[in-house]
């Protein structure tokens, strides 16, 4: 049997789709149709269709989908269906967003240990945790068994950052830092970057105005109008 790749877009389409269907579960809701999903995710119900075609038959026609085996059927394509333990590294201000943030236990995620290099927050509770240092990854690691970490941490320190994390085991992680990771091909990085983001809404916002800026040469002083080269 040949095993289909699912394109990277498409799961995190069905992470949308998670999101939608435990809140319609939490609001009651039991069944959905391919439009309703259209309407409260903003991606087509054509585009829904194809997704879940990648891993069976879903739903009955004029009925719709059983929003609980639908939620139970991506949770465990997405291996959310069981405990999912991570590493935060970064003992500052993002990190204290991230071990405070209430979705992750909806998605069966957890934040299981804090690690940071410096020594004034080594040992203090943090979000709940004692925080621990970053020396001693593979034995939190060894404690902990986390396959996921999160790299919260200034860009000069990611790449040795993430290579401790690597060395202990871990082969995912979420980059918040703005820099570009090393990584072996078996070790899966996923990048946040909030400049990348806004960048793209800056562009966005600015095609309502008038003109967009060109890349063309601009004419430098009089004479016959030619760039300076």
């Not at 690597?166 to 992680?173: D, H």
Request: charge should be negative; aromatic fraction near 6%; include cysteine.
């Amino acid at each position: 049997m040949v095993e289909v790749q699912v394109p990277t877009p498409t799961l995190e389409r069905l992470a949308t789709y998670l999101r939608v269907l435990l809140d319609a579960h939490e609001a009651g809701i039991e069944t959905i149709s391919s439009q309703e999903m259209e309407q409260y995710s903003g991606i087509s119900a054509a585009q829904f269709r194809k997704d879940l075609s990648y891993f069976g038959e879903f739903g009955k026609p004029g009925v719709g989908y059983s929003v609980e085996q639908l939620i139970r059927c991506i949770e465990r394509i997405l291996h959310l269906d069981h405990d999912q333990p991570m590493i935060l590294v970064g003992a500052g201000n993002l990190g204290a967003a991230l071990v405070g943030y209430p979705n992750f236990r909806a998605h069966r995620l957890r934040i299981a240990a804090v690690l940071d290099n410096d020594f004034v927050k080594i040992g203090r509770l943090f979000g709940g945790l004692v925080v621990e240092d970053i020396a001693r990854v593979h034995e939190v690691n060894e404690r902990v068994g986390a396959k996921i970490a999160i790299i919260a941490v200034p860009a000069s320190s990611a790449q040795t950052v993430a290579d401790l994390l690597i060395e202990a085991g871990i082969t995912g992680i979420l980059n918040f830092a703005p820099t570009v990771l090393r990584v072996p091909p078996y070790v899966h990085v996923r990048n946040v970057s909030f400049l990348q983001e806004l960048a793209v809404l800056s562009y966005h916002i600015a095609e309502a105005l008038p003109s967009v800026q060109s890349c063309e040469p601009q004419p430098v002083g009089g004479g016959n109008g030619r760039a300076a080269l």
